[in-house]
């Protein structure tokens, strides 16, 4: 009896795992993917917005910082803090 009711606690917590895993880990992971390619193909020209909510276009992209022009400001970002290149958003940054 005892053997039993462990099997059913130990089939409850695989179930609850699965769950999280699907529901959670999976679909951030994904995200992440997602992002990493949108902002590896950024390009000179395209048009960018930041996590602080600059627009502008790209102007020189060196190793991880990016130069952007803002109006009539040349402004360096890292890469990161790109979160919309064109009309693509990177997932889970909006």
Known sequence: M???????????????????????IR???????????????????????TSGGLVGKVRDIK???????CGSAQLVVERQRIIRVGDQATPGMV
């Open 2 to 24: 005892g053997g039993n009711s462990m099997m059913i606690l130990l089939i409850q917590f695989l179930a609850i795992g699965l769950v999280f895993y699907f529901l959670i």
């Open 27 to 49: 679909p951030q992971g994904q995200a992440r993917k997602k992002a990493a390619e949108i902002l590896a193909a950024l390009k000179k020209g395209d048009e960018i917005t």
């Open 63 to 69: 190793d991880n910082l990016v130069t952007f022009d």
